[in-house]
C-alpha cells in the first residue's frame, strides 16, 4: 500500500522570515546589517533585491514571499509611510497575521517613536497629507489602520535597546527570531505505512467548529499509536494559536515533580513565553485555566496511563478556548469515555507489514528477489506490530542468507504474544560494547542531548561514541528527535531496564 502523500509531508514555506523596510532608509545600514546577521544564523530570509528573480511580476513575488514566511519583520523608519509599496506589504502581512496560521509579526522603530507609527503624527503625518491629496479615501484608512495595528504589537524600540548600539540590538534579535523559529513540526520517519486512520481524524478534527473536540488513539505498546497522534499533530499545528505535544506522558509523571513538569512544559509550549515556577499540581490547574482557556489550542497527550494524569493537564474541555482540539494516545481503551471519537490501531496487514519491513531489511519498498520467502517468514512471526517489524528489519539489514535463516530460526521459537521476546533478539546480536551502551541509554539517558552523551561514552572507554550511537540508531534501538535528543520506544526501554534489573538483582530499582 502506497503511504498516504499527507502522513509524508510537513508542510514548509521557502522563507523563515520576510523584511518589510524602506529601502532608502535602512537597506545599506540597519536593515542589511540585520540580514547579514540572520543569514548567518541559517535564518532563510526574504530581501526583495536579492531574492527577485528576472522577468517575475514584483508584486506577486512579494505576496508569495509574505504569506509563505513564518515570521514578518517590519523595520519601521522616517520614510516608511512615504511609500506605498511598503504600506501595502504591511496590509498583507497583517492579513497573514489574523488568518488562522497566525504569522508572527515583529517591528522594529528604527530611529522613530513608536507613537509617530500608531497615531501617524511627526514626519507619518507628512507622509499620509500627500496620500490624501494622491489615492482613494478607503485605501488611505487601511493604510492607516494598518499602521495603528502594527504599531501597538510587541517588537522592539532600537533607542531603548542596548543603549542604541545597533550591534548588541541585532544580537538580541537574532536570540528571540531563533527562539520563535523553534519547530513546531515533530519527526516522523519517512515512508509510513498503515497510517489510513490519519486522514480520518483529521477529517473530524479539522472541521471548522467552535466546540472543542476530543479525540482517543489506543491500542497495544508498539502498534504506532505515537506515530499516528505525530502525523496528525504535524498536518493541523498551523492551524491554531498554540500547540504542545506532550511526550511519554506516564513515565515522565513517575519523576519528581514529573505531573507539574508537565504542566510547564504545556503552558510554555502554548504562551512561548517562560512561566511562573510552581511545584503544586493544583497550582498548575488553575495556570492552564486561567491563561489558556481563550485561545484557541492543538495538545496532544501522549501514552496516557492513569485519569490523575489526564486531570492534571486537561481536566476539563473549558480549560481551552473555542475551536481547541485534543488527542489523547493510551494502551488503556478505559481512559477515553470523554472522547468524541475514538480510534484503534490494529495489527498491520500482510502487505503494509511486508512494506515495513523491506523498508528496514532493504532499504527498498519490497525485498529482493532471493529473499522473498524469508522475509515473508520474518513479518509473520512479527505479527504485525511495526516496531518489531522496524527492529528486526534493521537486524537483518545487509546480513547475508546464513545469518537471516539462523535469526528467522530464532523467532521461531518466541511465541506470539511475546513481543520483548523477539526485540531481545536485536539486543542479543549487539556485540558487549553496544549492548552496554543500549543498557545505559535505557536506564540513564532518554531525552537528553546526542553530544552529551557521546561525551559520556566516551569518558566510559568507549573509542567512538558517534559510530555507537549511530550503530544504534540503525538498528531502530534509539532514535534522535528534531533538537538533537536521544528518544527509545518505550517497549525498548522496559526491556533494557529489566536487563538490568536482571542481571543485578540485589540492587534496588
Same mark, same amino acid.
Given at each position: 500500500?502506497?503511504?498516504?502523500?499527507?502522513?509524508?509531508?510537513?508542510?514548509?514555506?521557502?522563507?523563515?522570515?520576510?523584511?518589510?523596510?524602506?529601502?532608502?532608509?535602512?537597506?545599506?545600514?540597519?536593515?542589511?546589517?540585520?540580514?547579514? %546577521? +540572520?543569514? &548567518? #544564523? $541559517?535564518?532563510?530570509?526574504?530581501?526583495?533585491? /536579492?531574492?527577485?528573480?528576472? =522577468?517575475? *511580476?514584483?508584486?506577486?513575488?512579494?505576496?508569495?514571499?509574505?504569506?509563505?514566511?513564518?515570521?514578518?519583520?517590519?523595520?519601521?523608519?522616517?520614510?516608511?509611510?512615504?511609500?506605498?509599496?511598503?504600506?501595502?506589504?504591511?496590509?498583507?502581512?497583517?492579513?497573514?497575521?489574523?488568518?488562522?496560521?497566525?504569522?508572527?509579526?515583529?517591528?522594529?522603530?528604527?530611529?522613530?517613536?513608536?507613537?509617530?507609527?500608531?497615531?501617524?503624527?511627526?514626519?507619518?503625518?507628512?507622509?499620509?497629507?500627500?496620500?490624501?491629496?494622491?489615492?482613494?479615501?478607503?485605501?488611505?484608512?487601511?493604510?492607516?489602520? %494598518? +499602521?495603528? &495595528? #502594527? $504599531?501597538?504589537?510587541?517588537?522592539?524600540?532600537? /533607542?531603548?535597546?542596548?543603549? =542604541?548600539? *545597533?550591534?548588541?540590538?541585532?544580537?538580541?534579535?537574532?536570540?528571540?527570531?531563533?527562539?520563535?523559529?523553534?519547530?513546531?513540526?515533530?519527526?516522523?520517519?519517512?515512508?509510513?505505512?498503515?497510517?489510513?486512520?490519519?486522514?480520518?481524524?483529521?477529517?473530524?478534527?479539522?472541521?471548522?467548529?467552535?466546540?472543542?473536540?476530543?479525540?482517543?488513539?489506543?491500542?497495544?505498546?508498539?502498534?504506532?499509536?505515537?506515530?499516528?497522534?505525530?502525523?496528525?499533530?504535524?498536518?493541523?499545528?498551523?492551524?491554531?494559536?498554540?500547540?504542545?505535544?506532550?511526550?511519554?506522558?506516564?513515565?515522565?509523571?513517575?519523576?519528581?515533580?514529573?505531573?507539574?513538569?508537565?504542566?510547564?512544559?504545556?503552558?510554555?509550549?502554548?504562551?512561548?513565553?517562560?512561566?511562573?515556577?510552581?511545584?503544586?499540581?493544583?497550582?498548575?490547574?488553575?495556570?492552564?485555566?486561567?491563561?489558556?482557556?481563550?485561545?484557541?489550542?492543538?495538545?496532544?497527550?501522549?501514552?496516557?496511563?492513569?485519569?490523575?494524569?489526564?486531570?492534571?493537564?486537561?481536566?476539563?474541555?473549558?480549560?481551552?478556548?473555542?475551536?481547541?482540539?485534543?488527542?489523547?494516545?493510551?494502551?488503556?481503551?478505559?481512559?477515553?469515555?470523554?472522547?468524541?471519537?475514538?480510534?484503534?490501531?490494529?495489527?498491520?496487514?500482510?502487505?503494509?507489514?511486508?512494506?515495513?519491513?523491506?523498508?528496514?531489511?532493504?532499504?527498498?519498498?519490497?525485498?529482493?528477489?532471493?529473499?522473498?520467502?524469508?522475509?515473508?517468514?520474518?513479518?509473520?512471526?512479527?505479527?504485525?506490530?511495526?516496531?518489531?517489524?522496524?527492529?528486526?528489519?534493521?537486524?537483518?539489514?545487509?546480513?547475508?542468507?546464513?545469518?537471516?535463516?539462523?535469526?528467522?530460526?530464532?523467532?521461531?521459537?518466541?511465541?506470539?504474544?511475546?513481543?520483548?521476546?523477539?526485540?531481545?533478539?536485536?539486543?542479543?546480536?549487539?556485540?558487549?560494547?553496544?549492548?552496554?551502551?543500549?543498557?545505559?541509554?535505557?536506564?540513564?539517558?532518554?531525552?537528553?542531548?546526542?553530544?552529551?552523551?557521546?561525551?559520556?561514552?566516551?569518558?566510559?572507554?568507549?573509542?567512538?561514541?558517534?559510530?555507537?550511537?549511530?550503530?544504534?540508531?540503525?538498528?531502530?534501538?534509539?532514535?534522535?528527535?528534531?533538537?538533537?535528543?536521544?528518544?527509545?520506544?518505550?517497549?525498548?526501554?522496559?526491556?533494557?531496564?529489566?536487563?538490568?534489573?536482571?542481571?543485578?538483582?540485589?540492587?534496588?530499582?
Amino acid at each position: 500500500m502506497a503511504e498516504p502523500e499527507s502522513s509524508r509531508s510537513i508542510p514548509e514555506g521557502d522563507y523563515d522570515v520576510f523584511l518589510s523596510f524602506r529601502g532608502e532608509d535602512t537597506r545599506k545600514t540597519f536593515t542589511g546589517h540585520l540580514y547579514a %546577521a +540572520l543569514d &548567518d #544564523a $541559517g535564518i532563510r530570509t526574504f530581501l526583495d533585491d /536579492n531574492e527577485l528573480p528576472r =522577468g517575475e *511580476e514584483i508584486s506577486e513575488h512579494l505576496l508569495k514571499a509574505i504569506r509563505e514566511s513564518k515570521i514578518s519583520i517590519v523595520v519601521f523608519s522616517k520614510g516608511y509611510a512615504s511609500s506605498r509599496w511598503c504600506l501595502n506589504e504591511l496590509v498583507e502581512i497583517l492579513k497573514c497575521k489574523r488568518k488562522k496560521t497566525g504569522q508572527i509579526v515583529l517591528p522594529i522603530f528604527y530611529d522613530i517613536d513608536p507613537s509617530d507609527v500608531r497615531k501617524q503624527t511627526g514626519c507619518f503625518a507628512e507622509a499620509f497629507d500627500k496620500h490624501e491629496e494622491c489615492f482613494e479615501e478607503k485605501l488611505v484608512k487601511e493604510w492607516r489602520k %494598518a +499602521l495603528e &495595528d #502594527a $504599531g501597538n504589537l510587541s517588537g522592539w524600540n532600537l /533607542n531603548d535597546m542596548a543603549n =542604541g548600539h *545597533e550591534a548588541k540590538s541585532i544580537k538580541g534579535i537574532i536570540k528571540d527570531v531563533v527562539n520563535k523559529l523553534e519547530p513546531k513540526y515533530l519527526y516522523v520517519p519517512e515512508h509510513l505505512v498503515g497510517m489510513d486512520l490519519a486522514h480520518d481524524i483529521y477529517d473530524f478534527l479539522s472541521t471548522a467548529t467552535d466546540d472543542v473536540r476530543i479525540v482517543g488513539i489506543h491500542g497495544m505498546s508498539g502498534i504506532g499509536k505515537t506515530t499516528l497522534a505525530k502525523v496528525v499533530f504535524n498536518q493541523l499545528c498551523n492551524g491554531f494559536e498554540g500547540s504542545c505535544f506532550l511526550s511519554d506522558i506516564n513515565e515522565t509523571s513517575k519523576q519528581f515533580n514529573g505531573l507539574a513538569g508537565l504542566q510547564k512544559q504545556l503552558l510554555r509550549d502554548i504562551l512561548k513565553q517562560d512561566v511562573a515556577n510552581f511545584d503544586c499540581v493544583d497550582r498548575g490547574k488553575v495556570l492552564i485555566k486561567e491563561r489558556i482557556r481563550r485561545k484557541r489550542v492543538l495538545v496532544v497527550a501522549d501514552d496516557v496511563a492513569h485519569p490523575e494524569q489526564l486531570n492534571a493537564l486537561m481536566g476539563e474541555r473549558s480549560w481551552f478556548g473555542p475551536g481547541s482540539r485534543v488527542i489523547i494516545t493510551t494502551r488503556d481503551s478505559n481512559l477515553l469515555r470523554e472522547a468524541d471519537q475514538t480510534y484503534q490501531i490494529k495489527e498491520l496487514k500482510p502487505g503494509e507489514s511486508l512494506q515495513l519491513f523491506s523498508r528496514h531489511a532493504f532499504k527498498d519498498s519490497k525485498p529482493a528477489k532471493d529473499y522473498i520467502e524469508l522475509s515473508k517468514k520474518a513479518v509473520d512471526y512479527c505479527g504485525g506490530l511495526p516496531l518489531a517489524l522496524q527492529v528486526i528489519g534493521a537486524l537483518l539489514y545487509r546480513k547475508n542468507r546464513g545469518e537471516w535463516e539462523r535469526e528467522i530460526d530464532n523467532l521461531s521459537r518466541i511465541p506470539n504474544q511475546d513481543i520483548q521476546g523477539k526485540l531481545l533478539i536485536s539486543y542479543d546480536a549487539l556485540d558487549g560494547e553496544l549492548q552496554r551502551a543500549f543498557l545505559d541509554i535505557a536506564c540513564f539517558f532518554i531525552g537528553i542531548e546526542r553530544e552529551y552523551v557521546a561525551k559520556v561514552l566516551g569518558v566510559r572507554c568507549r573509542p567512538n561514541p558517534e559510530v555507537v550511537l549511530e550503530t544504534l540508531s540503525e538498528r531502530s534501538l534509539i532514535q534522535f528527535n528534531a533538537f538533537g535528543k536521544i528518544t527509545m520506544h518505550d517497549l525498548l526501554r522496559d526491556m533494557g531496564r529489566e536487563i538490568v534489573r536482571e542481571s543485578s538483582p540485589k540492587e534496588p530499582g
